[in-house]
């Protein structure tokens, strides 16, 4: 088990370019989940998935967003069209498919837009 | 909806002593859990004690221990001998059927010498 895995760790981005992260989940979790942070506040719900399956997206999911899990292991997540706003830790979790279990946190990537 | 209140946004305690972080809660489920969660500079966030809401007896891990009252919604997080390894955000969480955790804002502790 070694843990929750995302990369890369930072990015700097130029406003209007796509960006992608990745996100390696603990083995035998099938939940994997999307969060962003910013500064000085709590982690805030993006999207879920259990298994290969999205099931759940939150309204700050916009459509230059989309997340993907296409084998039901490790999730991807794409901002199109990046924009000083987007500029946010941005978090993944995994968790056991034994109802509600504990969240277990990747260590983020840090997404500068300039 | 769900939603998790966090009233002191920055505390701070002496090595040693005693600090008890505030967290209220608002749910219609009865069947929930109860998280905080603990994020040091580095910035990976931990799970520090969690709480079923169908158990009366409070969750306690070691210097950790939670005054849980499901009447009043209210879910607090003491720590005893505070360290100054306890420096960090911590995060209270509800996490319902729905299986998506929702957190507050957050209370930056700060241990001092």
């Known amino acids: 088990d070694t843990g929750v895995s995302q990369d890369p760790r930072h990015k700097i981005t130029k406003r209007g370019q796509n960006v992608t992260f990745r996100c390696d989940p603990i083995?035998?979790?099938?939940?994997l989940y999307w969060y962003r942070q910013t500064l000085g506040q709590g982690p805030e719900f993006l999207t879920y998935f259990q298994n290969e399956a999205q099931l759940e997206k939150s309204r700050l999911l916009s459509d230059r967003f989309s997340a993907e899990r296409p084998k039901g292991s490790f999730s991807t997540l794409e901002i199109q069209r990046t924009e000083q706003g987007d500029s946010a830790m941005y978090l993944c979790?995994?968790?056991?498919?034994?109802?509600?279990?504990?969240?277990?946190f990747g260590n983020g990537t840090r997404l500068t837009v300039t | 909806a769900q939603t998790v209140t966090q009233s002191q946004p920055e505390m701070s305690v002496q090595e040693a002593e005693t600090v008890t972080l505030s967290c209220t809660y608002d749910t219609s489920e009865n069947n929930y859990y109860l998280f905080w969660y603990k994020q040091p500079p580095s910035r990976q966030m931990i799970l520090v004690i969690r709480?079923?809401?169908?158990?009366?007896q409070n969750a306690t891990e070691n210097r950790f221990s939670v005054n849980f009252q499901k009447a009043a919604k209210s879910f607090s997080l003491k720590i005893s001998d505070s360290q100054l390894g306890d420096t960090a955000m911590y995060f209270c969480?509800?996490?319902?059927?729905?299986?998506?955790?929702?957190f507050g804002k957050g209370t930056s502790l700060l241990v001092t010498p």
């Open positions: 969480a509800l996490l319902t059927q729905e299986y998506a955790l929702n």
């Open positions: 083995s035998e979790h099938n939940r």
């Open positions: 979790a995994s968790s056991l498919d034994r109802g509600p279990s504990p969240l277990h």
């Open positions: 709480q079923e809401a169908y158990k009366q």
